[in-house]
């Protein structure tokens, strides 16, 4: 029923009554703007836990990484060492140790970027009010993995960069 009243209770009232006088059923209403609301909490609250549980996949993906950053400069210290006695700047051997990780995140993005979409499109699909996926929302998120991934294995790759080369070629 579409109703144009400010006293809603009394409408409510005078329903009841006139319900109550045709049959032995109970009254029982509800506003329109109350369902749409109930049906679109159970999507807020997805939304929260999966924004928690994306924060944590980002943290134990980085603490992954940076584990084996540490286990990739330990391998090649004595590489490392080499390099910087034959003259080797610290930054050429940031970029030589940088590279290999930004090859396997560019994959990563390539396998995760279309399957993402395929599957955003399909959940998107049961909404009545719905945006349209764009290249450019794959592009910032590749760009934000990209810059996380950089900032998680520089650190150590600075660190194996900055080693005097005398100790890590005297120790073994």
């Given at each position: 029923?579409?109703?144009?009243?400010?006293?809603?209770?009394?409408?409510?009232?005078?329903?009841?009554?006139?319900?109550?006088?045709?049959?032995?059923?109970?009254f029982?209403?509800?506003?329109?703007?109350?369902?749409?609301?109930?049906?679109?909490?159970?999507e807020?609250?997805?939304?929260?836990l999966?924004g928690?549980?994306?924060?944590?996949?980002?943290?134990?993906?980085?603490?992954?990484?940076?584990?084996?950053?540490?286990f990739?400069t330990?391998?090649?210290?004595?590489?490392?060492?080499?390099?910087?006695v034959?003259?080797?700047?610290?930054?050429s051997?940031?970029?030589?140790?940088?590279?290999?990780?930004?090859?396997?995140?560019?994959?990563a993005?390539?396998?995760?970027?279309?399957?993402?979409?395929?599957?955003?499109?399909?959940?998107?699909?049961?909404?009545?009010?719905?945006?349209?996926?764009?290249?450019?929302?794959?592009?910032?998120?590749?760009?934000?993995?990209?810059?996380?991934?950089?900032?998680?294995?520089?650190?150590?790759?600075?660190?194996a960069?900055?080693?005097?080369?005398?100790?890590?070629?005297?120790?073994e």
């Amino acid at each position: 029923m579409r109703i144009k009243t400010e006293d809603i209770r009394g409408l409510l009232v005078s329903l009841e009554k006139l319900w109550k006088a045709e049959t032995d059923t109970p009254f029982v209403y509800s506003f329109l703007n109350e369902r749409f609301n109930s049906m679109y909490q159970a999507e807020q609250r997805i939304g929260r836990l999966f924004g928690i549980f994306a924060g944590l996949a980002i943290l134990i993906s980085c603490l992954g990484l940076f584990g084996l950053a540490a286990f990739a400069t330990h391998q090649r210290t004595k590489e490392i060492g080499v390099r910087k006695v034959l003259g080797a700047s610290v930054g050429s051997i940031v970029s030589l140790l940088l590279t290999n990780f930004l090859k396997l995140i560019l994959i990563a993005i390539l396998v995760a970027s279309p399957l993402a979409g395929y599957i955003m499109s399909q959940w998107l699909h049961d909404f009545a009010y719905r945006i349209d996926l764009s290249w450019w929302m794959f592009a910032i998120a590749g760009v934000l993995a990209t810059s996380i991934a950089i900032l998680t294995v520089s650190y150590q790759t600075i660190k194996a960069a900055l080693v005097n080369p005398v100790k890590s070629l005297k120790s073994e």
